[in-house]
């Protein structure tokens, strides 16, 4: 595990901690890794939140990825919360996916 992946993991481990996340965890798709934060049903992302991912430059996919809507993070709806969505620009890029033939 890199010291980037460590640190995000810890960051997560303390995002679970706040009463309007349910959960947080990251993933990866291709190229970039990912921080997933679910929200409980009637809670919007706090700003203090928003800023703390800022500080760890992790952005929302929608505004990272430049695919609109009102809110730069929003993923989905999920039976009892939303689901959002930030990029980690600081290693935006850096990884590789690998293809099973």
Same mark, same amino acid.
């Given at each position: 595990?890199?010291?980037?992946?460590?640190?995000?993991?810890?960051?997560?481990?303390?995002?679970?901690?706040?009463?309007?996340?349910?959960?947080?965890?990251?993933?990866?798709?291709?190229?970039?890794r990912?921080?997933?934060? +679910?929200?409980?049903?009637?809670?919007?992302?706090?700003?203090?939140?928003?800023?703390?991912?800022?500080?760890?430059?992790?952005?929302?996919?929608?505004?990272?990825?430049?695919?609109?809507?009102? +809110?730069?993070?929003?993923?989905?709806?999920?039976?009892?919360?939303?689901?959002?969505?930030?990029?980690?620009?600081?290693?935006?890029?850096?990884?590789?996916?690998y293809?099973?033939?």
């Amino acid at each position: 595990m890199t010291d980037r992946e460590a640190l995000l993991q810890d960051l997560a481990r303390r995002l679970r901690e706040y009463d309007a996340v349910d959960d947080a965890f990251l993933a990866k798709s291709f190229t970039d890794r990912h921080l997933i934060l +679910d929200l409980e049903d009637g809670h919007s992302l706090p700003g203090e939140l928003r800023d703390l991912l800022a500080d760890h430059d992790l952005q929302g996919a929608n505004e990272e990825y430049d695919t609109g809507g009102d +809110d730069p993070s929003f993923a989905g709806d999920l039976e009892d919360g939303t689901r959002h969505q930030f990029v980690d620009t600081r290693t935006r890029g850096d990884h590789q996916s690998y293809v099973v033939e």
